[in-house]
Every structure is written in C-alpha cells, then in structure tokens.
C-alpha cells in the first residue's frame, strides 16, 4: 500500500492565494520529500526535509513535519497560475534511498 | 531539463509482446530508478541499480527485467505485454545512494498495450 496519502485530493485556488497540501504516512522515516508534476511530464523535486527537522523553506515553499503525528504539509504561498501541476509526497522509510514511496498526489489549480 | 533522457517518448504494441525503455541517466549519476505510474495505482517503484548492480526491487513483474550497463545507461524490458501494463514508466537518476539525496525524473515514456 501506499506510504504516503496526500491530502486533499483536488485543490482549486485563485492566483494569489495559498495552497495548502498534507500528507500523512504510517512508518517512521528517514525522510519526506516534495515533487511537482505537471500533467504528462516528468516529477521535478521541490523539497526535502530530513526527520530531525521540523520546518524548511525554499522560495515560496515552506515544508512541515511532525513526526509524532506522521504527517507533513507544503505551503505555496502566493499562488500563480503556473503552480497548476499535482503535488506528490514521498517518504524514504528505509533501505535503499531508491525506495521512496509516492502517495498518490493533491492535484493543485490555479485559476487566473 | 532534468538531464535525464528517455525513448521513447510513446510506445504502442500489442498483447503478448515485448519491449524495451531506454534511460541515460543525468551525467555523473550513479544511481537509476524505475517507476510505474498509472491512475488506479499511482506511482509505483520497481528497480534500482546503483553502478552496474541491482540495489532494490520493488513492486515489479516476473515478466519485467531491468539492467544497468556499464555506461550507465538501463533498460527496462517489459514481456508478454497485457493491457494492464499500459502506464507511464519514468526512469530517475541520483547521485549515489546515499539518502537524502534527491531524484532527477526523465519524461517518461507512455506504453499503451492494445
């Protein structure tokens, strides 16, 4: 099963406002990472925050985690239309760093 | 760009056959990845091979096989293809294995199995 569930699903927003994006997961991690897709291309990392931390910012990206609850949120602030993409979460539990799991993504609209 | 180059971009084929992907990973990247994503299942992983050699098996087929060659370029050989098959397949490359490291996605190439 999936490690990581986004949450919500859809998102629609108007340009300038902020999104927000959840994931929780069921194990404990050594890492949560944040990909953009945008419809029919290739993932693009946005993100990682290591278990230790709590709070990172790229940009107009802020990332959380909670480890006590399992759970991350991605903060665009500030939106443009050209956020439009899904948004993926995926957790690194351990292993191979090749085994990232990817919840199944919050498809982000931006509307102009 | 990520520097990750997949072909082809689009393959249409048949029941019963075989296929190979093709991936050159960013350069300097030791590490390739493949993942499977379709709609009812998401993004799936399946292999990583870290310079030559098989590091991690998830979630793939008997009928699959992947490898990795000594220029580092990988394949990902899909046989006796079923209409379940059809998805996206995405190869990603790192830099080593070594965790916190992220990955770099090609375009994948789009399989359609009819």
């Known amino acids: 099963s999936q490690q990581g569930e986004e949450d919500p699903q859809a998102l629609s927003i108007q340009e300038g406002e902020n999104a927000t994006m959840n994931c929780s997961y069921k194990?404990?991690?050594?890492?949560l990472q944040w990909y953009r897709q945008n419809s029919g291309r290739g993932l693009v990392h946005l993100i990682l925050i290591r278990s230790n931390e709590r709070e990172k910012h790229s940009g107009r990206l802020r990332v959380t985690l909670d480890t006590s609850k399992k759970s991350s949120s991605l903060l665009i602030t500030a939106s443009r239309a050209a956020d439009t993409a899904s948004y993926f979460c995926?957790?690194?539990?351990?292993?191979?760093?090749?085994?990232?799991?990817f919840g199944k993504g919050t498809k982000l609209s931006v509307k102009p | 760009d990520s520097g990750v180059t997949q072909t082809p971009k689009h393959l249409i084929t048949a029941t019963g056959q075989r296929v190979t992907l093709r991936c050159s990973p960013r350069?300097?990247?030791?590490?390739v990845y493949w993942y499977q994503q379709s709609l009812d299942q998401g993004l799936q992983f399946l292999i990583q091979?870290?310079?030559?050699?098989?590091?991690a098996k998830g979630n793939i087929l008997e009928r699959f096989s992947a490898q990795q060659f000594p220029d580092l370029h990988s394949e990902l050989n899909l046989s006796s293809l079923e209409l379940g098959d059809s998805a996206l397949y995405f190869c990603a490359s790192s830099g080593g294995t070594g965790r916190h490291s992220p990955l770099h996605f090609g375009n994948g190439t789009r399989l359609t199995v009819t």
């Open positions: 091979y870290y310079n030559g050699e098989e590091r």
């Open positions: 350069s300097g990247d030791l590490s």
């Open positions: 995926a957790t690194d539990y351990g292993g191979s760093q090749g085994n990232l799991i």
């Open positions: 194990t404990s991690i050594n890492n």
